[in-house]
């Protein structure tokens, strides 16, 4: 019984700091609304037994890129006003409603009508289920998709050195 | 637990995540959005995981996977914010039409 209700507080949670970062007007309660997002999000994931991914969650986004996002807003300048004024009439309410639509219509096709793609999972979140434990994870990620992993380590790498080749970067002097 | 109230939290954030990059003008806040949608995905990669349990953690690695990607993108994408910033002195996507036709 404590899922449901987790579930309900904790998607709350992540839709309210969804708004915030959309809506708000100062650049670090954007930041701060995507950090209320992440946290809940991560709660998420423990109760559906994915608890190494919960930790990646926290550490990583939570813990780096949201310093990175901090440090860029903090350079840029928090008091740069954002000019609100629609280049495009009407796009902002325009967008507003596909989005509406398309949430309208994903909850419609999901609880109106019978869209079960997958079986409820009869245990529910059955704690003796070892599916996001570190050796759940590590073995599938080390063997099947051992390929996979080390393209992403490539990536990490030629984006750290993008990243300090543009930071280091000087127009030659003519 | 259903599978579905998951989904349609996947859907909501993703269409925030769309509102976020459609309307704001700060490059900044356009990466927060990207940043709003790729958690959109990892949730629906997590909770299909978590009821079609595979012999691979397909789901799970994948979101990690998918961190990893977001991580490489907010780093290289913040750097090319800082340098536009260093040469116009300006963070508005409006103001950033030099490679408009």
Known sequence: ??????????????????????????????????????FSVAVLYVLQLA???????????AGAVLTLFLF??????????EHWEEPLRYQ???????????????????????FDWV????????????????????????????LAFEAT???????AAGAIALAHYRRRPH | MLLNQFLVL??????FGVYGLLVRRNVVLILLSVELMLNAVNINLIAFESYLVSAQAVGQVFAIFVITVAA?????????VLMIFRNRKSANVDDLSLMRW
Do not use: C
């Not at chain 2, 490489?72 to 994408?77: F, K, S």
């Open chain 1, 1 to 38: 019984m404590v899922e449901p209700i987790l579930f309900v507080l904790m998607s709350m949670a992540a839709l309210a700091g969804a708004v915030t970062v959309v809506a708000a007007r100062n650049p670090v309660y954007s930041a701060m609304g995507l950090l209320g997002t992440l």
């Open chain 1, 51 to 61: 608890h190494l991914v919960a930790a990646v969650q926290v550490i990583v986004y």
């Open chain 1, 72 to 81: 860029v807003i903090m350079l840029i300048g928090v008091d740069k006003e």
């Open chain 1, 92 to 114: 902002r309410s325009f967008v507003a409603g596909m989005a509406g639509v398309v949430v309208l219509m994903a909850a419609g096709l999901t609880f109106f009508t019978d």
């Open chain 1, 119 to 146: 079986p409820a999972a009869v245990g529910g979140t059955d704690p003796s289920r070892t599916i996001g434990t570190v050796q759940a994870i590590a073995e599938p990620m080390f063997t099947d998709w051992v």
């Open chain 1, 153 to 159: 380590a490539l990536l990490l790498t030629i984006a």
């Open chain 2, 10 to 15: 996947g859907a909501a954030l993703f269409a």
């Open chain 2, 72 to 80: 490489a993108e907010v780093g290289i994408g913040l750097a090319i």
